[in-house]
């Protein structure tokens, strides 16, 4: 319908959209509007309802009451699916990966679409269609290489072309800057401003608040699948969107940082792994979070994976409690008291077709035993649910499946099932990515809590405020070599910018 005050149609207008699954409303009563040429940010809470009311827009969920306006035309909710909303425009990217990872970018871009001459694949015609995509986003990826050779920020950048093939007026992106650096995420925000000067609307999902101020004109706040508010973003602060999001001000972000430390309980000497880091020397104390910096490639997540036995060294060793250890596979570093929380918790961290009480317990399934055969499956429920009720995870079951979850809650899973082992040594890497402001502050908790107990945490991390808020001593990595290692005055952004960058600076 026309906007009375600008005269103008919106793109996208939902009027009261409740959504309601077995057990759960996940969206009740909910307005939205988009307009042309306008970056409308999607904030709030993981399970607030922002991606199942995205999903009420590209057809992938049906809403149960309410009203849908596509370009100011009513659309019959009973029969509207996913190849409706792209015939009328709807577009959306994910940042979970959807391309085929041993073909080309073109391959990627045309899969299933590819146009044809007297019988055969068009590969000229779709080599100069993709250079045009790639024109229009004024960006240089190589498309004739497997896009498993290609940088996340590249093969996002392919997946925003595939999106863009068919000219669609409204474009969806869905956590789309979660895994991206700095600089890649200045350059989708460059590529904003392109699609707003066409004129098509976009609808901005993102747990980065400063995103938010950074991209967008206006905003909506989902709690609970319930609209907060929305509005211009010119008109609001960090502050108060916060407060819109999680019903209260956030002060005191990050927790004190234990100073009542142990023994060292982990240590790194002279650790090299080729092509990924060299001659690595840290120790880790009980009670301590030790931070790991650096920029994509530095090394860092090798570096956790090779402590954890994933990653094949060539030389140097490993010491848990002042004794060498050997650690060939993951099993031993878990039998020596490590948990690893891996960067990618879906494909890394859990086991998608498992329910919440088997990823829980996965790592600990020897210690429920009777009569050491028989495996004690009430046992093993019920430290489950102490566990995840002590997480404060939001769940309906034990035996849900962990695809249901946001990323906030299925992150706390992660970190229980490693709590319930009752690690000694934690191995966090990335653990509050892409896990809004609420999910985040719990998590930090969590770590503080951790070294209440005299747990030994290692935490990598690409946001220097959170390292700096919660790190004891930060080592900076720069290209596979550890740079700098900072602490008490010297733990501040310019010093760690500086080795980041491979400069020394006093």
């Known amino acids: 319908m026309e906007d009375k005050k600008t005269g103008v149609t919106p793109l996208?207008?939902?009027?009261?959209?409740?959504?309601?699954?077995?057990?759960?409303?996940?969206?009740?009563?909910?307005?939205?509007?988009?307009?042309?040429?306008?970056?409308?940010?999607?904030?709030?809470?993981?399970?607030?309802?922002?991606?199942?009311?995205?999903?009420?827009?590209?057809?992938?969920?049906?809403?149960?009451?309410g009203e849908l306006f596509v370009k100011g035309e009513p659309i019959k909710i009973s029969s509207y699916g996913v190849r409706e909303s792209q015939s009328r425009g709807i577009a959306i990217v994910h940042q979970e990966f959807t391309l085929m990872s041993d073909m080309t970018g073109v391959e990627n871009i045309f899969v299933g679409r590819y146009e044809k001459k007297h019988g055969f694949i068009d590969w000229k015609a779709l080599d100069k269609r993709a250079q045009e995509l790639m024109d229009f986003l004024q960006c240089d990826v190589n498309l004739h290489v497997p896009v498993k050779h290609l940088r996340t920020a590249e093969r996002q950048l392919i997946q925003l072309a595939k999106a863009l093939l068919d000219d669609p007026q409204i474009v969806i992106f869905d956590e789309l800057t979660a895994v991206l650096q700095e600089k890649d995420i200045q350059n989708i925000f460059r590529i904003i401003d392109i699609l707003k000067a066409k004129g098509i609307g976009i609808i901005y999902i993102s747990h980065r608040l400063d995103e938010v101020f950074s991209c967008c004109d206006s905003y909506t706040v989902l709690?609970?699948?319930?609209?907060?508010?929305?509005?211009?973003?010119?008109?609001?602060?960090?502050?108060?969107?916060?407060k819109m999001i999680i019903g209260r001000e956030l002060a005191n972000v990050y927790p004190p940082i234990n100073e009542n430390l142990g023994d060292v309980i982990l240590e790194v000497k002279h650790l090299t792994a080729p092509k990924a880091f060299r001659d690595i020397n840290i120790q880790v104390r009980a009670g301590e979070v030790v931070g790991l910096a650096g920029l994509l490639g530095a090394g860092k997540t090798e570096l956790v994976q090779a402590i954890f036995g994933n990653h094949k060294i060539v030389s140097g060793e490993v010491l848990v409690k002042g004794k060498p250890v050997n650690i060939k596979k993951p099993y031993q570093a878990i039998h020596l008291g490590m948990g690893l929380v891996p960067d990618e918790r879906r494909t890394l961290g859990l086991n998608m077709k498992f329910d919440i009480k088997d990823n829980t317990t996965l790592p600990s399934m020897k210690l429920f035993r009777k009569l050491g055969i028989f495996q004690d499956h009430e046992g093993e429920a019920k430290a489950a649910y102490d566990i995840n009720e002590k997480m404060n995870l939001s769940y309906y079951s034990l035996w849900?499946?962990?695809?249901?979850?946001?990323?906030?809650?299925?992150?706390?899973?992660?970190?229980?099932?490693?709590?319930?082992?009752?690690?000694?040594?934690?191995?966090?890497?990335?653990?509050?990515?892409?896990?809004?402001i609420g999910a985040k502050f719990e998590i930090y908790n969590l770590?503080?809590?951790?070294?209440?107990?005299?747990?030994?945490?290692?935490?990598?991390?690409?946001?220097?405020e959170e390292l700096i808020g919660l790190c004891n001593r930060i080592y900076i990595m720069y290209e596979g070599a550890i740079m700098d290692e900072v602490e008490g005055e010297r733990k501040t952004q310019e010093v760690i910018i500086n080795s980041l960058l491979g400069v020394n600076a006093e």
């Open 400 to 436: 849900q499946n962990v695809k249901k979850l946001s990323g906030g809650n299925q992150q706390k899973i992660v970190i229980a099932k490693w709590m319930l082992r009752d690690t000694e040594i934690f191995l966090l890497d990335e653990p509050t990515r892409g896990i809004d």
């Open 447 to 464: 770590i503080h809590e951790l070294t209440a107990q005299n747990k030994a945490v290692i935490l990598v991390s690409p946001e220097m």
């Open 223 to 242: 709690c609970d699948g319930r609209y907060i508010n929305s509005g211009k973003v010119e008109d609001i602060d960090n502050g108060k969107l916060v």
């Open 12 to 65: 996208i207008e939902i009027r009261n959209c409740t959504m309601e699954f077995p057990g759960v409303k996940a969206l009740d009563n909910v307005n939205f509007t988009l307009m042309p040429g306008e970056c409308h940010a999607l904030v709030g809470e993981n399970g607030a309802g922002k991606s199942t009311l995205s999903k009420c827009i590209t057809g992938e969920n049906r809403m149960t009451k």
